[in-house]
């Protein structure tokens, strides 16, 4: 079956249909694309399984080609490669049909522009079938080249939900509403990805260990098609180390929706109780302003995980907390002891770093070892703190 738009995959496969048979799908891609890339004399500028991916519009075109192919010595490169080896190697009865084809391929794509589709056909009528054809390629190399799919597996479904339904990259949304049915567009990737060289692999290990298994959901995440793509295509560990920790939060704020409630109560009370015990004389209690902001206010809006751990931990126990503050004796001077205590220990580590998921850890990290609590304490110390992340001066208001 036949693409209805044009793309890479689809040009590419129309034109093998009607080219030498002599010549290999491989080959003929391989050509083209390092002779566009001006990488003919790298032959490891693009894998086997790569080019077949795009070939059936599996992956999209790396930016890292995409931008190569707009060199001009490239382009001149491409159109002499058209000109003098592709035109001639069209099967000579049924070049008309390919014409034929190509132009009506690009007449039904709703996504081409009516003036750009009137340029195509201008070239062609001009009679230089190199240029027209080395046009309509490097168009094609710009357009999206993967699809959509309609339904989600189970596994992507959750992978889906938990990036948000949104890039953790960019942002995009995922997915487009139509009346009927919904679209959805992402790749999901490897976070330690498939490295072949050593010396790269082991920039990657310095950073996070390279995990048990590379295949396992753990070590996967969703993304857009565009970000997945420039990331598959060159890995680089400033991206990882960002995926990394997104997809961490990501399995804490789902081991927390998961968690039993009632031992939860208890474990809040206990922290509840301990943080109560502390030196209001000390300098830095005087420091403290109350002053309640708003939590988009508060953490960078592309940390989206981090604000909705805390939306979800308030909406779900900030009653709770409140009932069992003002049970241990007077409300007012309790809520300042116990903030203060956790606004003290929040300038210290704001000291040391500005990433706020490391402080944010850090300060249930160290509600955990003042209070010599066991790791089983981690989801009730992680709502305690997002009270105050909420209710008190923890993280500065971020200066516009
Ligand atoms: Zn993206």
Not at 88 to 105: M, Q
Not at 183 to 193: E, G, R, T
Not at 287 to 296: E, F, G, T
């Amino acid at each position: 079956m036949f693409s209805t738009v044009l793309n890479y995959s689809s040009f590419m496969t129309l034109l093998k249909e009607h080219y030498l048979a002599t010549v290999t799908a491989e080959e003929l891609a391989r050509n083209l694309l390092e002779t566009a890339t001006g990488e003919d004399d790298n032959p490891n500028f693009v894998d086997s399984t790569y080019l077949s991916r795009i070939w059936n519009g599996e992956r999209e075109i790396a930016k890292d080609i995409r931008e190569k192919c707009e060199f001009p010595s490239n382009k001149r490169a491409v159109y002499d490669l058209f000109k003098t080896v592709i035109v001639d190697d069209l099967v000579e009865p049924l070049k008309d049909d390919y014409f034929d084809k190509l132009a009506s391929l690009i007449d039904n794509d709703e996504t081409i522009t009516a003036s750009k589709k009137k340029s195509l056909k201008n070239q062609f009528e001009s009679g230089d079938l190199g240029k027209y054809l080395a046009n309509v390629f490097m168009y094609a190399l710009n357009k999206p080249n993967k699809g959509y799919v309609t339904k989600l597996d189970f596994d992507d479904g959750r992978l889906f939900e938990e990036v948000d339904q949104r890039c953790p990259l960019c942002d995009e949304p995922l997915f487009k509403k139509r009346t009927d049915r919904t679209l959805y567009f992402f790749s999901i990737v490897k976070i330690f990805p498939d490295i072949a060289s050593e010396t790269k692999k082991a920039d990657f290990e310095s950073i996070h260990p390279k995990p048990a298994d590379q295949n396992d959901i753990k070590n996967k995440i969703c993304l857009c098609n565009s970000c997945a793509e420039n990331y598959m295509f060159n890995p680089t560990t400033d991206i990882y180390d960002r995926l990394y920790r997104f997809k961490k939060r990501a399995i804490v704020n789902k081991g927390i929706v998961a968690s039993a409630s009632t031992r939860l109560d208890e474990e809040i009370k206990d922290i509840l109780g301990n943080l109560k015990e502390c030196d209001t004389e000390a300098d830095s209690f005087k420091r403290l302003r109350m002053k309640p902001l708003k939590i988009v206010n508060k953490i960078y809006p592309d940390n989206r995980l981090l604000i909705k751990a805390i939306k979800d931990d308030n909406n779900a126990y900030y009653n709770y907390i409140k009932e069992n503050l003002s049970q241990l004796d007077s409300y007012k001077i309790s809520f300042r002891k116990v903030a203060h205590e956790v606004a003290d220990c929040f300038l210290s580590l704001a000291e040391a770093t500005d990433d706020q998921d490391a402080i944010y850890n850090g300060l249930i990290q160290w509600i955990l070892d003042t209070q010599m609590l066991p790791e089983s304490y981690r989801n009730a110390a992680h709502i305690v703190i997002s009270f105050f992340v909420q209710n008190c001066e923890v993280f500065d208001e971020i200066t516009e």
